[in-house]
């Protein structure tokens, strides 16, 4: 399964979680760890994405559909950061690694979210993880993908 199938997969999974649970943002969150979970779980395939493909994916999946359903950018973000690093400290992946991938898939937010909102949200990542609102900055500078 490509990346952008993870990213449509996780996506399609929130947006159901939105419609039946009370907490749109741990329901992300809980749907990030999940689909990390199968991915990670499951028997590597030949020409599977790495581990930080999948997660800036599974995250900007999430995120998408939190920002569709109006919710709560910031806390949706620190929540699957949090998701992020439990499911990479349960298999034992590079922390680091990790959160940079989820903080890669947050920054693709830039391309829907007014500067302002990406601000709150970067402020709220420092609050939460000191040094990577600065590196979700960094990435915010970055030009964006083209698919």
Do not use: W
Request: hydrophobic share 50%; net charge negative; glycine share 6%.
């Amino acid at each position: 399964m490509n990346e952008t199938r993870f990213g449509q997969l996780t996506k399609e999974m929130v947006a159901e979680e939105l419609r039946r649970m009370g907490d749109p943002c741990a329901a992300a969150a809980l749907v990030v760890r999940k689909t990390l979970a199968a991915a990670f779980d499951g028997p590597a395939a030949l020409g599977q994405p790495s581990p930080e493909q999948v997660i800036e994916a599974a995250v900007k999946g999430a995120m998408t559909a939190l920002l569709l359903a109006d919710q709560n950018l910031a806390r949706g973000a620190i929540l699957s950061l949090e998701a992020v690093a439990e499911a990479a400290g349960e298999r034992n992946l590079d922390p680091t690694a990790a959160m940079m991938a989820a903080l890669r898939g947050l920054a693709d937010l830039r391309r829907f979210v007014e500067p302002d909102r990406m601000d709150t949200i970067r402020i709220e990542i420092e609050a939460h993880y000191h040094g990577a609102g600065e590196a979700f900055h960094n990435y915010l500078r970055e030009p964006l993908k083209t698919v």
